[in-house]
């Protein structure tokens, strides 16, 4: 599989954050949720999903979705489905999850957002979050969040392992901020060399910090 490919900041418009693959009916007595990697076939259908657990699911119902924009790719998702017995997965809801890249900017912007929670995946391949961003309509056709990764600095421990800082790069973009819109994203880990990360989120509530062991 190829990495998840969005670019390294990530343009989040407001009509398409409640945007998300719904198959309407089905018995929900086994319902799941998880954070995947979603294979897209040529014909840009989702087919295969590995969860965060490292499970190998096959797609039941073959789907496609406004963001899958590209054939014979991997995309960072979450997933609610009905696992059934043959290892395979009725997909019930889709809704792509952001995978940021961390860069160094000059001039990191740091608008506040709401922050439900912060988490290494059981596979340690991405650290997780979950953001409350405030979304509306009326602030015109160009107006979007932007959101990224931004370096600190990598520090040296006392005991000889490596912190790497990082700082969540949030612009409000002159979206209006009339309801809170669930928002996850991930930082893959592989892009990271040290053995922690210590993330820093401005929220409304003021600055919260988090440190997650990667190994």
């Not at 343009?11 to 897209?40: I, M």
């Not at 997780?128 to 979007?144: A, E, I, R, T, Y």
């Not at 612009?171 to 009339?178: A, H, T």
């Amino acid at each position: 599989m190829r990495t998840p490919s969005p670019s390294l900041f990530i343009f989040l418009f407001p009509s398409c954050t409640t945007d998300a693959y719904d198959k309407g009916e089905g018995e929900y007595s086994n319902l799941r949720g998880d954070l995947a990697d979603l294979q897209v076939n040529a014909k840009k259908q989702a087919v295969e999903a590995v969860t965060d657990e490292d499970e190998r699911l096959t797609v039941a119902n073959p789907f496609t979705t406004s963001w899958i924009q590209k054939g014979d790719t991997t995309y960072r998702a979450y997933i609610y489905y009905n696992k059934e017995s043959d290892g395979g997965a009725e997909v019930i809801t889709a809704g792509q999850v952001l995978v940021l890249r961390p860069r160094r900017e000059s001039e990191p912007k740091s608008d506040p957002t709401g922050l439900e929670s912060i988490w290494l995946s059981t596979n340690k391949k991405y650290l997780n979050m979950s953001l409350l961003l405030k979304v509306g309509q009326g602030g015109g056709d160009d107006v979007h969040h932007v959101l990224g990764a931004t370096f600190d600095t990598l520090m040296v421990n006392p005991d000889r392992t490596r912190t790497l800082h990082l700082h969540l790069y949030h612009d409000q973009g002159g979206v209006p901020e009339f309801y809170t819109q669930r928002t996850y994203c991930s930082i893959p880990t592989t892009l990271i060399s040290a053995d922690s990360i210590h993330l820093r989120v401005n929220t409304y509530e003021g600055w919260r910090e988090r440190t997650v062991a990667l190994k």
